[in-house]
């Protein structure tokens, strides 16, 4: 489980790593898609969005790939990778592919690193400050 870990980790680190540097230094080519998805994409890089977007994904995936607030880089995709998702089902489905590896990634390492996510989604009824806590 260990070594699953590790690759899924680094495998996702570099996905975005790689595609958070290519917003800036552009060697990979892309061109961009027909129709709706074309404009929606041409819509986020006129508004400076793909700039926040590639800051994020170099951030999380350096972070992915030091090993490092992998709790807090998994927190960052996870949107990200929900839109992701959401755009290659929705206007462009021959991508699916791919963003489904990379949703994939996502939830086993979640999964991996449960630890980090199950004290916020399980909830408390006593607050060690409940004294200083307003009703």
């Known amino acids: 489980m260990k070594i699953a870990v590790l ?15 290519n917003t800036f230094l552009h060697f990979i080519p892309m061109t961009p898609p027909p129709g709706d998805a074309g404009v929606f994409l041409g819509l986020l890089f ?12 170099i951030v999380a995936g350096v972070l992915l790939l030091i090993g490092r607030y992998v709790g807090v880089a ?27 590896f990379v949703a994939l990634l996502e939830v086993f390492l979640i999964y991996a690193h449960w630890h980090h996510f199950g004290s916020v989604l399980r909830g408390s009824r006593h607050h060690p400050n409940n004294d200083q806590i307003p009703s």
């Open 7 to 21: 690759i899924a980790r680094i495998l996702l680190g570099l996905l975005f790593t790689v595609f958070g540097l």
């Open 74 to 100: 998994l927190t960052i995709l996870g949107p990200i990778i929900v839109v992701i998702l959401l755009f290659h089902i929705t206007m462009e489905p021959q991508g699916i592919g791919m963003a489904l």
């Open 46 to 57: 006129k508004y400076g969005w793909f700039v926040f977007f590639g800051i994020l994904y």
